[in-house]
């Protein structure tokens, strides 16, 4: 069964942390990786999409790192702030159309 | 801007009553798809599809309908609708292939009362 587990599913960190988010996967033959960001109330926003053919992408603060032999990503976030305080989630392409969601992990950062 | 519009942002219905959520994109996307998104439970996928004329069922289908008559339109229908169906209901959308990511739409909170 193919599955997006998300661990934790909620962190507190103090404002200026670096962190990282974990999304691990059960079938390494994906597709590609999404990232989202979701504020309360909100829809998602995309963050970082990752191709099965590559092993990183960066946007500003954020990397996401892909290894599909370990079924595992990781959403990195540099110098963390209160604005990044959300609910980030996780996508996995298997099927050709469809994404497989995590069930997320709430970030609060503290000022 | 471009993007996955969704109407209404809000909506109380009463148990049995009917409506349809409206889902339209401007990016000439192939794939559209329904999503709720209830506490607990995450996002799952109600119907999904690959063009017009082509529609298929999700994880979650039962109480709904859907049809795509056109590319940029995906409107889902609540034929009757139950308590169980209140939730934040989203549309997203992608071209059809290995290598495209979704976008959303904002969303729909619906109340059944």
């Known amino acids: 069964k193919q599955e997006v587990t998300q661990i934790p599913a909620a962190l507190s960190v103090p404002e200026g942390e670096n962190l990282v988010l974990n999304c691990s996967f059960t079938?390494?033959?994906?597709?590609?990786l999404q990232w989202f960001r979701q504020d309360p109330g909100k829809g998602l926003t995309s963050l970082l999409l990752?191709?099965?053919?590559?092993r990183e992408q960066t946007s500003g603060r954020l990397n996401a790192s892909l290894d599909k032999s370990s079924g595992r990503s990781t959403l990195y976030i540099a110098a963390s702030q209160p604005g990044d305080s959300a609910t980030y989630l996780c996508?996995?392409?298997?099927?050709?159309?469809?994404?497989?969601f995590g069930s997320g992990t709430k970030l609060n950062v503290k000022p | 801007n471009a993007g996955v519009t969704q109407t209404p942002k809000f909506q109380v219905l009463k148990t049995g009553q009917s409506m349809t959520l409206q889902c339209a994109q401007d990016?000439?996307?192939?794939?559209m798809s329904w999503y709720r998104q209830d506490p607990g439970m995450g996002l799952r996928l109600i119907h999904y599809?690959?063009?017009?004329?082509?529609?298929d069922q999700g994880e979650v289908p039962n109480g709904y309908n859907v049809s795509r008559s056109t590319t940029e339109d995906f409107p889902l229908r609540l034929l009757s609708a139950a308590p169980s169906q209140t939730s934040v209901y989203f549309c997203?959308?992608?071209?059809?292939?290995?290598?495209?990511?979704?976008?959303f739409g904002s969303g729909t909170r619906l109340t059944v009362v």
């Open positions: 996508a996995v392409k298997w099927n050709f159309n469809k994404f497989y």
């Open positions: 997203a959308s992608s071209y059809v292939g290995d290598r495209s990511g979704y976008t």
């Open positions: 079938d390494s033959a994906i597709y590609n």
């Open positions: 599809s690959v063009g017009a004329g082509i529609t």
């Open positions: 990016m000439n996307h192939e794939y």
């Open positions: 990752i191709q099965s053919s590559q």
